[in-house]
């Protein structure tokens, strides 16, 4: 079950992905270093999609994820709960992006959900978003109607252990032997309750939105209960020699041992 407090945070969730949809997509457009060296590497091979598959994309955003299953010939149905950012995914779409069907849904929906067709689909995605969904246990439950038996479910998502809202990016400076060394690294204060706290995706974006926070205990143990089996997992950190840019506690090369983002693959039993 999820802390009730979650489903007080569902509809601000929401509108906080419309108010920010605009500015989200222009920053992010196509993908960033999250999306091209994290994510997109671990879903393709954890995912394969192929020519002909019929591929859900949960929580599609500006459809990023969409665009890229489209060009590989999978038969794309993306939905999000926010209508500015369909509407954002739509323009952005071109016909040599392949078949893409958008839709407007929440993913707690059930009946909307399985309106797209029992067993009609070969695999599920969702790139970095169940930590902004209230409820996942719906999520989990529809698709293991919409999918074939066997079918997967792959999902990326910030990682429960490293990268929540209970963390903080640390450096520290010592000299040693006459050396200035600097360490960098993480302070966890949170982990095993599960919690939501607002927060900003983007610097500078208009409005601060819902993050849910739940252990792994809980996150796997949606998909465990709803008759999922976990198949494939990989902790994706950034390569030692990816460049901090402008801010040196930004993710990079000096949080090289550290994984920000962990990418799932469940299958339906």
Same mark, same amino acid.
């Given at each position: 079950m999820q802390p009730a407090s979650f489903s007080t945070y569902s509809?601000?969730?929401?509108?906080?992905?419309?108010?920010?949809?605009?500015?989200?997509d222009d920053y992010m457009g196509e993908g960033n270093d999250f999306v091209n060296l994290l994510c997109w590497p671990a879903i393709e091979r954890l995912l394969a999609p192929a020519?002909?598959?019929?591929?859900? #994309?949960?929580?599609?955003?500006? +459809?990023?994820?969409?665009?890229?299953?489209?060009?590989l010939g999978a038969r794309v149905t993306a939905f999000d709960v926010s209508a500015q950012m369909i509407e954002r995914a739509r323009a952005r779409t071109t016909a040599e992006d392949g078949e893409i069907d958008y839709r407007?849904?929440?993913?707690? #929906?059930?009946?909307?959900?399985?309106?797209?067709?029992?067993?009609?689909f070969d695999a599920a995605l969702s790139n970095m978003a169940l930590f902004d969904m209230a409820a996942i246990d719906p999520l989990f439950a529809s698709l293991t109607r919409l999918l074939k038996p066997g079918s997967a479910f792959v999902f990326s998502l910030m990682h429960p252990c490293f990268n929540n809202m209970h963390t903080i990016h640390m450096a520290e400076r010592e000299d040693r032997d006459?050396?200035?060394?600097?360490?960098?690294?993480?302070?966890?204060?949170?982990?095993?309750?599960?919690?939501?706290?607002?927060?900003?995706a983007i610097p500078g974006q208009q409005r601060p939105h819902p993050y849910f926070h739940r252990p792994l205990q809980m996150l796997l143990g949606a998909g465990f209960a709803?008759?999922?089996?976990? #198949? +494939?997992?990989?902790?994706?950190?950034?390569?030692?020699?990816?460049?901090? +840019?402008?801010?040196?506690?930004?993710? +990079?090369?000096?949080?090289?041992?550290?994984?920000?983002?962990?990418?799932?693959?469940?299958?339906?039993?």
């Open positions: 509809q601000e969730a929401a509108d906080a992905w419309d108010e920010n949809a605009a500015y989200w020519a002909g598959m019929r591929v859900l #994309d949960v929580a599609c955003g500006n +459809g990023l994820t969409s665009r890229r299953l489209g060009r407007v849904i929440d993913g707690g #929906d059930d009946s909307s959900l399985l309106a797209l067709g029992e067993k009609g006459g050396e200035l060394v600097t360490t960098y690294s993480m302070k966890v204060t949170g982990y095993i309750s599960p919690s939501v706290k607002l927060g900003l709803a008759g999922f089996a976990m #198949d +494939g997992l990989e902790e994706r950190a950034f390569p030692a020699d990816h460049p901090a +840019g402008r801010n040196p506690l930004g993710w +990079g090369a000096n949080y090289a041992e550290i994984p920000p983002v962990m990418v799932v693959r469940m299958r339906l039993r």
